[in-house]
């Protein structure tokens, strides 16, 4: 799956195309040709060659399964071209997701410890895809996106239930992740090019080296993209003036290779992997150290992805456009505690099969399109720790998911209805899914969900848009909620005597194969605003906003009991286990509403370009009130720059604002309103003398900002400078 940078006309009809070929195959070469003079630095464009601001438009696939522009798209989908990426500089992947609305990552500093949410939904309820593969690897604690920003070509985002075309796991939303391509690196003319690069940020003394290399045939059948990049960073020095304890190096590699025999058919193939090691605390998260019941690890992280993929389009056949694709994921997180001789591992796997197809009907005034296909996949979970009696790990069940779904999207766009000036679409869909589960010794667990979604649009000009959608999601209990047993934590017992030396009781897992799938209905109205040479020739400006409420039942929570004895209450009495109720079990328990406010804006032209959005979140319990979900303050985000001798240089700002947060339940854990302010430069010269050349320089949070982002207490990195040189070339 590729966003595609692409030529449009208003109407959003091809203005280029490559003859004989599907609308979609027309899209993925578009982005391997297109793509190539968008993202590349104006050192490796030949004269005449860069494309005018209002000529590109950003292309979405994952939110319809179909390529379309993205501001057309009748609901909220966000696209991170990797011009955007790399002007981040970035350390993690979550340092990219500023310019993305209604996304916040939550987990704290380090970056083994930060975990996704989308409009207050996370951990399960946020599916990952790395090119269109699952990435089904959910702990409590030890994050989820295991990639390197320096791999990417684009991250999409969609917002808001999309179980309609995914099935479980897309409750809140979509991150989908795409690599770089061959001709993300090839300039025009070139058949091989080499880019090479390091960094360092001084907030946790991080170097970064690397390197990639792209490759094509003489006759453009055949190109192989690698990658690899190596990271090292060291304790994280915090707003508060404190450093938090880190030590962490990675290793990110990707190849890739694509062959086109004919006009027709291309197949690729892809391997990745992230490897990591990192010495800190069992739990990463927050501003944790190593302390009793939460001892320092060696955390050694092996994350590999392998997907084989075959578009088939063949020429003049409106019938078929058929893109499948197999693909396998291991990921595996080993803890080795420093202090002791124990160590426990995760171990998640996941192998899975998609087809997708598009037929497409020209019905004189309107266009119609299907999108149908299946998909299946299975995920495997093994546990392990060498200090339980049988050697598996508490809350981390042997356990088994399997997953079966068929979909149906039609896209009916009529000219001019009912009279009317302008375009109207519909977009109707549902997806049928079956889920099975079972682990070791424990009661099977099965279900089925259907998924329907309709969303329509109107066009009355093509530079104003007004959309509204509704559609149903669920996701289906892990078999980490189904299936979790064993031993969770121990706690000293505070009401025993003699108080010295401290006894300690167990609280133990207890598992519940009947829970429910969590299921939503969601609402969302909006519009936007698309215009070309707005205040000057070749820019462009695009606004986007809507307001969605989303009705979520059965929310999945863990429900963990101790005895009040275990706090020197005389009853009922401190003890282990099921006997004396000391037990976590997860359990429906919520009935929640969430809803809010999101808007994006970019402009861009020759001289400047801004980039900004803004969202708001609430999040309640229908039956009791309590503030429930991931909620975040509202929080507006700017990103602005001017551009200098012809687009060389560029300088920039970034301008965060968030507001009071006070939606908690326990007044303890309110957090004060925060700004950050952060400034870079970007150098790439287009002088032959100096072709190539990539300078980025910039300083997060200038002011040295002490603000809390997680959990009150829990402060965010200090001041940040940071350099990035990188040099290619190509013959």
């Given at each position: 799956m590729f966003q595609i940078p692409h030529r449009y006309t208003q109407s959003g009809s091809t203005a280029q195309t490559i003859p004989g070929r599907s609308a979609f195959f027309r899209a993925l070469m578009a982005g391997t040709v297109?793509?190539?003079?968008?993202?590349?630095?104006?050192?490796?464009?030949?004269?005449?060659?860069?494309?005018?601001?209002?000529?590109?438009?950003?292309?979405?696939?994952f939110a319809t399964k179909s390529p379309i522009p993205a501001f057309d798209y009748p609901g909220q989908v966000s696209v991170v071209t990797?011009?955007?990426?790399l002007d981040f500089n970035p350390s993690s992947i979550s340092d990219i997701f500023a310019a993305v609305p209604g996304v916040q990552f939550f987990g704290g500093p380090?970056?083994?410890?930060?975990?996704?949410?989308?409009?207050?939904?996370?951990?399960?309820?946020?599916?990952?895809?790395?090119?269109?593969?699952?990435?089904?690897?959910?702990?409590?604690?030890?994050?989820?996106?295991?990639?390197?920003?320096?791999?990417l070509r684009s991250a999409e985002v969609i917002r808001g239930p999309a179980s309609a075309l995914y099935g479980s796991g897309a409750l809140g939303g979509v991150i989908a992740l795409n690599t770089i391509n061959a001709s993300d690196i090839l300039a025009p003319g070139d058949s091989l090019a080499v880019r090479l690069n390091s960094g360092y940020q001084s907030v946790n003394d991080e170097v970064r080296i690397g390197g990639l290399f792209a490759w094509e045939s003489d006759d453009g059948k055949a190109d192989v993209v690698g990658s690899i990049t190596y990271r090292d960073s060291g304790d994280i020095a915090l707003g508060n003036g404190l450093d938090l304890?880190?030590?962490d190096q990675?290793?990110?590699?990707?190849l890739k290779g694509s062959y086109r025999p004919n006009t027709d058919l291309e197949l690729s193939l892809r391997y990745q992997r992230l490897g990591g090691s990192a010495i800190d605390p069992n739990n990463p998260q927050g501003a944790n150290v190593g302390e009793p019941g939460n001892p320092l690890v060696d955390r050694n992280i092996d994350s590999n992805t392998v997907q084989a993929?075959?578009?088939?389009?063949?020429?003049?056949?409106?019938?078929?456009?058929?893109?499948?694709?197999?693909?396998?994921?291991?990921?595996?997180?080993?803890?080795?505690?420093?202090?002791?001789?124990?160590?426990?591992?995760?171990?998640?796997?996941?192998?899975?099969l998609v087809l997708n197809n598009r037929s497409r009907f020209d019905l004189g005034s309107a266009d119609l399109a299907f999108t149908y296909g299946f998909e299946i996949y299975q995920d495997d979970q093994s546990g392990s720790d060498n200090t339980s009696a049988d050697g598996t790990r508490g809350g981390v069940p042997n356990a088994q998911s399997t997953f079966y779904g068929a979909f149906l999207q039609a896209e009916l766009t009529v000219e001019e209805p009912l009279g009317l000036p302008g375009k109207l679409t519909f977009l109707p869909g549902f997806r049928w899914d079956r889920f099975e589960s079972s682990a070791d010794g424990q009661e099977d667990s099965d279900d089925s969900a259907v998924s329907p979604k309709i969303a329509v649009s109107y066009k009355p000009i093509p530079e104003v848009l007004i959309f509204a959608n509704w559609a149903e999601a669920f996701r289906a209990p892990s078999f980490n909620e189904l299936y979790a047993n064993g031993i969770h934590f121990q706690i000293p017992n505070l009401g025993a005597f003699p108080p010295f030396p401290p006894q300690f009781v167990t609280n133990f897992f207890i598992e519940n194969p009947d829970l429910q799938p969590e299921d939503s209905q969601t609402w969302e109205v909006g519009g936007g605003l698309d215009f070309d040479d707005l205040f000057r020739p070749d820019d462009s400006f695009t606004f986007k906003a809507s307001y969605f409420q989303s009705n979520v039942d059965n929310l999945i929570d863990l429900a963990v009991n101790i005895p009040a004895g275990c706090?020197?209450?005389?009853?009922?009495?401190?003890?282990?286990?099921?006997?004396?109720?000391?037990?976590?079990?997860?359990?429906?328990?919520?009935?929640?509403?969430?809803?809010?406010?999101?808007?994006?804006?970019?402009?861009?032209?020759?001289?400047?370009?801004?980039?900004?959005?803004?969202?708001?979140?609430?999040?309640?319990?229908?039956?009791?009130?309590d503030f429930v979900g991931a909620l975040s303050p509202n929080i507006f985000f700017a990103d602005t720059g001017l551009k200098f001798f012809d687009g060389d240089l560029r300088l920039g700002s970034r301008l965060t604002i968030a507001g009071d947060f006070d939606e908690v339940n326990e007044a303890s854990q309110a957090r004060d309103s925060y700004t950050i302010a952060d400034v870079y430069a970007v150098f790439q010269p287009s002088d032959e003398r100096f072709k190539g050349i990539r300078i980025d320089l910039g300083v997060d949070n200038i002011t040295d900002a002490d603000y809390e982002v997680v959990n009150a207490g829990v402060s965010q990195p200090g001041r940040n400078f940071k350099i990035g040189v990188a040099y290619q070339f190509g013959f």
């Open positions: 297109l793509s190539a003079v968008a993202a590349q630095p104006a050192a490796s464009q030949s004269e005449g060659e860069a494309a005018d601001a209002s000529s590109l438009e950003e292309i979405t696939i990797r011009d955007v990426v380090r970056r083994s410890g930060e975990v996704p949410t989308v409009r207050g939904i996370g951990e399960e309820g946020v599916l990952v895809l790395f090119d269109g593969a699952r990435q089904s690897f959910v702990s409590g604690h030890d994050g989820r996106l295991f990639i390197d920003p320096e791999l304890p880190a030590d990675s290793l990110a590699t990707l993929r075959a578009v088939y389009a063949p020429a003049d056949n409106n019938w078929i456009d058929l893109d499948a694709s197999v693909y396998y994921s291991r990921n595996i997180v080993e803890e080795s505690e420093l202090d002791s001789d124990r160590i426990v591992d995760r171990d998640v796997e996941t192998i899975g706090f020197g209450a005389p009853f009922p009495p401190c003890g282990s286990g099921a006997p004396f109720g000391n037990t976590s079990q997860n359990v429906n328990v919520t009935r929640a509403r969430l809803s809010g406010f999101e808007a994006e804006l970019n402009y861009e032209s020759d001289l400047s370009y801004i980039r900004a959005n803004f969202a708001t979140i609430d999040g309640t319990d229908r039956d009791t009130g």
